[in-house]
């Protein structure tokens, strides 16, 4: 059953089962994955004897081993669904990392965090005064300035 599920994984992806089977066969599979990193006759040969199938060992090999080069391990992730409603047994995709895309283009950069505090709301009433005061002083200039003007055009 692990072989057909680690076929059924290298071949897809992803696949949905219980979280048990994942687990079994995350221990199963990772190993595998490991020994395809270095391609040779001997580490072919070894995972072809776990996996029986052709076609996921040329997979593994040559589209799995290299996105996998340069990660040290953790190859494979589950991610829990929930209960299935027949027999309430609990349900996950186990799936390679490298190969959600979805998860891989939701990765944003990181927003700026900005820190809100009571002295930054001080100093927006402060400044908002101190903007309301600047143009009652500029009337006044301007009203002395047009009284002036006034008496200037009386004489």
């Known amino acids: 059953m692990l072989a057909n599920m680690a076929n059924s ?6 696949i949905k089962t219980t979280v048990a089977k994942a ?7 990772e190993p595998l994955i490991t020994k395809s990193k270095d391609d040779s006759t001997t ?4 995972v072809f004897s776990y996996l029986k199938n052709k076609e996921a060992v040329s997979e593994l090999f040559r589209e799995v081993a290299g996105k996998i080069a340069d990660r040290p391990g953790g190859y494979t992730r ?3 669904l929930g209960n299935r409603i027949g027999d309430n047994a609990e ?3 186990i799936e390679l990392v490298d190969y959600n895309e979805n998860m891989l283009s939701a990765s944003k950069p990181a927003e700026k965090k900005t ?5 930054k709301k001080t100093t ?6 101190a903007e309301t005061a600047t143009p009652e002083v500029k009337d006044e200039t301007e009203s002395t300035d047009s009284t002036s003007s006034e008496e200037n055009a009386k004489e």
């Open 9 to 14: 994984l290298i071949m897809h992806k992803r």
């Open 23 to 29: 687990k079994a066969l995350r221990m199963y599979v």
């Open 43 to 46: 580490q072919r040969r070894v």
């Open 78 to 80: 589950i991610l829990k």
């Open 91 to 93: 349900m996950c995709y």
């Open 115 to 119: 820190r809100r505090t009571r002295r």
């Open 124 to 129: 927006t009433v402060e400044t908002a005064s």
